[in-house]
């Protein structure tokens, strides 16, 4: 298995909601990520957990919270997000943990809308 | 920090070379690497090159690196349009971090 599985792939919500996007990855990856992609920009990095203990912080609003349950998941709960949230959210993982980790499997993302 | 760039959109037609180029700023990362992203998709990564090797190759994808300049560069042979895509260049920024460029926007016509 060498799927990174990203749910759900489209989420509408308002300002006021309180939802989560979900990742999963079987392939006894340590590292896992979440990316912002604005359209026509490259992804941006947001978060990074490294053997399920959060490792970097990209400055993120604290309206993004995420969550590691255990080695094959990885959460993104969001809640109060504006309009300039909308996004794909990309959740990527790699095998190795380190300074030059470049090789990540990526999700299809989660396409999220707030109205 | 480190800055990655590359041009932003490439136009080729189907049977030709296709040679996107990326520029960066530090060289002190160890691999180099390309992502492709197809339409409403996440990023697959294509390939990537040794910071100590001048040229990779692989079927029909040729990565040529030039320390001395800053630049890397991949040819697609024979290009078709299952190729057309976004083609990001990627280094490493640092502990758990990539540094992207912006992409560049492949569009294959017949």
């Known amino acids: 298995d060498t799927e990174v599985t990203q749910t759900p792939k489209h989420l509408v919500m308002g300002m006021t909601n309180k939802k989560s996007l979900k990742c999963e990855q079987h392939?006894?990856?340590?590292?896992m990520y979440w990316y912002k992609q604005k359209a026509k920009k490259p992804p941006e990095l947001m978060f990074v957990y490294s053997y399920e203990k959060l490792s970097i912080n990209e400055s993120v609003p604290s309206r993004f919270s995420p969550e590691c349950p255990n080695s094959s998941l990885l959460n993104l709960h969001l809640h109060a997000l504006q309009p300039e949230d909308s996004a794909l959210y990309l959740c990527a993982s790699s095998q190795n943990t380190g300074k030059n980790t470049g090789e990540l499997f990526f999700g299809e993302g989660s396409r999220l809308t707030v109205l | 920090g480190e800055d990655v760039e590359q041009s932003l959109f490439l136009s080729v037609r189907e049977g030709d070379s296709s040679v996107i180029n990326c520029t960066y700023t530090?060289?002190?990362?160890?691999?180099l690497y390309w992502y492709k992203q197809e339409p409403g998709a996440g990023l697959q990564l294509l390939t990537y090159i040794f910071s100590n090797m001048d040229m990779k190759q692989d079927q029909r994808l040729t990565v040529l690196l030039n320390k001395k300049d800053k630049h890397l560069s991949l040819r697609i042979a024979d290009t078709q349009t299952g190729d057309s895509a976004i083609y990001f260049c990627?280094?490493?920024?640092?502990?758990?971090?990539?540094?992207f460029g912006a992409g560049t926007r492949l569009a294959v016509h017949p």
């Open positions: 530090d060289s002190s990362s160890t691999y």
């Open positions: 990627a280094l490493s920024g640092g502990y758990n971090k990539l540094i």
């Open positions: 392939m006894g990856h340590r590292a």
